[in-house]
Every structure is written in structure tokens, then in C-alpha cells.
């Protein structure tokens, strides 16, 4: 009998914990909705078919390439289609994807359709580049800077349907130096999934440019509003592979806007998801360096990325960096 009681009592206490805490969430979550119900409005379909990756047909496709394994972490590699160096110094250096033993990694280059006189010349060059070497995703809309948004919602989508199995997404600019092994091994535990988690260099305090000659520039009727939610900057962003679906069904209730990563941080402001500061410790720095920072082994050993590179510049010090593991 006492036995039993001290049952009751404990199925109570659970109970009332229980309450409490459903309550609190609820009495927040109703919090958050009413001050983005007003936002919440499907976009025109209009302005829609521009970011939708329905609008626009593979022209390069690698289906098969996350059904054969299922990729710890994808690379996900934005590139213009005559940048062949650079696809190449990445092969040979941080995308390859032996790099870490026992962990499954894949890269993918996206590209959009040159543009110009040489371009069918760089077509013809990419389709046999992308038999070779399997790792070209390539859609049917002009490929430039302001169509960079276009070419992020592609990737979110290649992402969430052709490769449901990864764990992780980097989306990851051509110029940089990736650190994979601290990516992996330090910032991801092997093995680990997450949810909604997205990190890189964040930027809390962002406003909009109206200066024309700015390369950052963002109109005022495109974007009213005085400052940009969170978001991290585009050179080099990680996430949770999750969030490509949740981004690509965000991108209905948001209006395309030129900067892809601040786009990607208004369809995070939908989603209710924070970007997560990257900030070693140890040695007081920014993990996601988005200044050029010059060469030293063991600095850079402290680092997941750094801006700023010329392929032949990349392929210079990855050799010298591989003696980091053992000396820094
Ligand atoms: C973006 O791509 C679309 C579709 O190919 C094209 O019509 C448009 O001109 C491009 N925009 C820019 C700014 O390049
Ligand atoms: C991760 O999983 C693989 C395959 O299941 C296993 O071989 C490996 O030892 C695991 N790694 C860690 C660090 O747990």
C-alpha cells in the first residue's frame, strides 16, 4: 500500500510537470505565431516560378550518387561553368571524398547555362568534364551573380530530393580553404544527426545597402524593412540536412531578394530557427574566417574556413597543411 501510494504520487508530480511545461511551450509558441502570422503569406506565384526549382530543368543531373551511400556530409559547391580551375584544384584537395576515413563524403558542383559567345564551347567542356568526373549538377537558367538565389534553392532542392540520406549540407563558395577534418571530426561528431541546426559566420546585425554601386545593394521596394534577420554568410554555411526541405517549403512564403544568404536567413525567420555562433575557445577566434587570413599551418589548422583563394593558391598549401595534424 505504501508502495503503491508513493506511485500515485510520483505519476502526479510527473503529471503536473508535465502541464507545466506544455503550457509554457504552447503560451511561447502562441508568442512567435502571432507575430509572424501577418508574414506569413504565400508569395505570388508570379515571383514564385523565378526561385522555384520547378520552373527549370536538369540539364546535368547525378541521381545516383547519395542512392548508392548515404553521405555523412555533402559539399554543395556553387561554381559558373567555366570555372573548371577551380572544380579541379577542389578535387584534388578539400573535396575529395576519401579524405577522412570512414566517413562517407560527397561533393557536388552547381552550375547554371553560360552565357555569351564561348558558351557553347563551355557547355560542350562540361558535359565532358561532368562524364568524367560525375560531380556536376547543372540546371537550365543563366548562370550570374544576381541569379545566385535561383542556384541556393537548387541546391536546398537537389538536397531534399535526391539525397534525403545525408546527414549534413555545407553550401560552400569555390574560393576557399575548407579544414575537413575539424569540420568533422572537431565542430560534428561522426556519426551525429541534429536537427535544425545551421552554423557559419552569423551576422545579427545586418542592413540593407541602398547605395546602387553596392555590390550588396537591396532595393528598397524588394526589401523595406531597416535591418535583415540572422544569417550566415554565404561564403560557407553548415546545416543540418533536414533544413533543405524546410528551406525549400519556406521559400514559398518569402520574396527572392538578390543576396542568397540573406534570403536563406529570411526563410530561417520563417522556420523559427536561430543560426548558431562557430566560435572556438581555445583559440578565441571565428571558426568560419570570412577574411582572407594569410597562410600558417597551425592557424589554419584552428579553422574550418578561410576566404580568399586562387585555385593555385589552394593547391600551393594543402600539401603543406596535411603536416598540420601531426605538428600542430
Ligand atoms: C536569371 O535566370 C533567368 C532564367 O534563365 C533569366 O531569364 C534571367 O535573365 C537571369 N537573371 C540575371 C540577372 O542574370
Ligand atoms: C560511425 O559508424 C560507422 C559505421 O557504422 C563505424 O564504422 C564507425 O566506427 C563509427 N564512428 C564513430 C566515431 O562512432
Known amino acids: 500500500m505504501v508502495k503503491n501510494s508513493h506511485k500515485w504520487f510520483g505519476v502526479l508530480l510527473a503529471s503536473a510537470v508535465l502541464l507545466t511545461f506544455l503550457v509554457t511551450c504552447f503560451w511561447s509558441y502562441g508568442g512567435e505565431r502571432a507575430k509572424s502570422v501577418q508574414r506569413l503569406n504565400p508569395i505570388a506565384a508570379e515571383i514564385y516560378r523565378m526561385i522555384s526549382p520547378s520552373t527549370y530543368k536538369y540539364v546535368l543531373n ?106 549534413y549540407a555545407m553550401k560552400i563558395d569555390a574560393d576557399i580553404f575548407l579544414n575537413v577534418d575539424y569540420l568533422v571530426n572537431k565542430l560534428l561528431v561522426p556519426n551525429s544527426t541534429r ?19 553596392s555590390k550588396w545593394y537591396m532595393p528598397e521596394d524588394i526589401f523595406p524593412e531597416d535591418s535583415y534577420p540572422p544569417y550566415v554568410s554565404g561564403a560557407g554555411y553548415l546545416f543540418s540536412a533536414d533544413l533543405g526541405k524546410k528551406i525549400s517549403m519556406a521559400s514559398r512564403f518569402v520574396r527572392p531578394v538578390p543576396l542568397e544568404d540573406i534570403y536563406v536567413g529570411l526563410c530561417l525567420r520563417v522556420l523559427g530557427v536561430q543560426p548558431v555562433y562557430a566560435f572556438s575557445f581555445t583559440s578565441m577566434h571565428n571558426l568560419f574566417e570570412i577574411y582572407h587570413v594569410k597562410y600558417q599551418r597551425c592557424v589554419y589548422y584552428q579553422r574550418v574556413i578561410v576566404t580568399g583563394f586562387q585555385p593555385d593558391e589552394l593547391l600551393c598549401i594543402w600539401h603543406d597543411f596535411q603536416k598540420a595534424k601531426s605538428t600542430c
Open 62 to 167: 547525378q541521381p545516383h550518387k547519395c542512392k548508392e551511400r548515404r553521405p555523412f556530409l555533402v559539399l554543395m559547391v556553387p561554381v559558373s561553368p567555366g570555372e573548371r580551375a577551380s572544380r579541379d584544384a577542389i578535387r584534388k584537395t578539400w573535396g575529395q571524398e576519401d579524405l577522412i576515413p570512414g566517413v562517407h563524403l560527397l561533393r557536388v558542383f552547381f552550375v547554371g547555362l553560360p552565357t555569351g559567345e564561348q558558351g557553347p564551347t563551355i557547355q560542350k567542356d562540361l558535359e565532358r568534364e561532368s562524364l568524367e568526373h560525375e560531380d556536376i549538377v547543372q540546371m537550365s537558367f543563366e548562370d550570374s551573380y544576381h541569379n545566385l538565389t535561383i542556384k541556393t534553392m537548387m541546391m536546398m532542392n537537389w538536397l531534399a530530393t535526391s539525397c534525403q540520406g545525408a546527414s
Open 195 to 213: 536537427r535544425n541546426y545551421i552554423t557559419g559566420s552569423v551576422i545579427k546585425d545586418g542592413h540593407p545597402r541602398r547605395d546602387k554601386n
